[in-house]
């Protein structure tokens, strides 16, 4: 979205012409395109002397930032080695936060977990003009088997004689 301010109030006739293909007549129109390119904005101006003045500039939309990744392996046992499969688009820097204090700045870290819990796995990606964006997912890390002393099991009977 291009937003344009002209301050002189002396200018009686405004004419914006974006790409040779639409043109508005507005003191401060608002432009939009969906799709990513460059786009030549041209605004001719005629102050109320009749003298008329035209400025041009390359307006760059660049593609839209995607952060998107995947956990192949959840609710793993430790010690567990997440892997991931990062889906993220249109990126030019990452940076990982594996919700027990490491980090990385790779495209596909790798982090491994010593002790069961929950954490929460963070991509936060930076495109090349600067846009940033992030992503949070969920991991269970579980124990690889419960540690139990059992001296004695009883088996009883209910009412209806199940045990």
């Given at each position: 979205?291009?937003?344009?301010?002209?301050s002189?109030?002396?200018?009686?006739?405004?004419?914006?012409?974006?790409?040779k293909?639409?043109?508005?007549?507005?003191?401060?129109?608002?432009?939009?395109?969906?799709?990513?390119?460059?786009?030549?904005?041209?605004?001719?101006?005629?102050p109320?002397?009749s003298?008329?003045?035209?400025?041009?500039?390359?307006?760059?939309i660049?593609?839209?930032?995607?952060v998107?990744?995947?956990?192949?392996?959840n609710?793993?046992?430790?010690?567990f080695?997440?892997?991931?499969k990062n889906?993220?688009?249109?990126?030019?820097?990452?940076?990982?936060?594996?919700?027990?204090?490491?980090?990385?700045?790779?495209?596909?870290?790798?982090?491994?977990?010593?002790?069961?819990?929950?954490?929460?796995l963070?991509?936060t990606?930076?495109?090349?003009?600067?846009c940033?964006?992030?992503i949070?997912?969920q991991?269970?890390?579980?124990?690889?088997?419960?540690?139990?002393?059992?001296?004695?099991?009883?088996l009883?009977?209910n009412?209806?004689?199940?045990?």
């Amino acid at each position: 979205m291009v937003n344009t301010t002209v301050s002189n109030d002396s200018i009686i006739r405004y004419q914006y012409v974006l790409d040779k293909i639409d043109t508005f007549r507005l003191r401060e129109p608002k432009f939009g395109r969906k799709e990513a390119g460059n786009y030549r904005l041209e605004l001719l101006v005629e102050p109320d002397k009749s003298c008329t003045d035209t400025t041009s500039r390359i307006n760059v939309i660049n593609e839209k930032l995607n952060v998107a990744f995947e956990v192949l392996n959840n609710n793993t046992v430790i010690p567990f080695s997440v892997d991931i499969k990062n889906n993220t688009t249109n990126a030019s820097t990452y940076f990982w936060s594996s919700g027990d204090g490491a980090t990385s700045n790779k495209l596909v870290p790798s982090f491994n977990y010593m002790h069961s819990c929950t954490y929460r796995l963070n991509l936060t990606a930076t495109s090349i003009v600067g846009c940033s964006d992030s992503i949070k997912q969920q991991l269970n890390v579980l124990m690889k088997y419960i540690d139990a002393n059992l001296l004695k099991v009883f088996l009883t009977e209910n009412a209806l004689g199940d045990i």
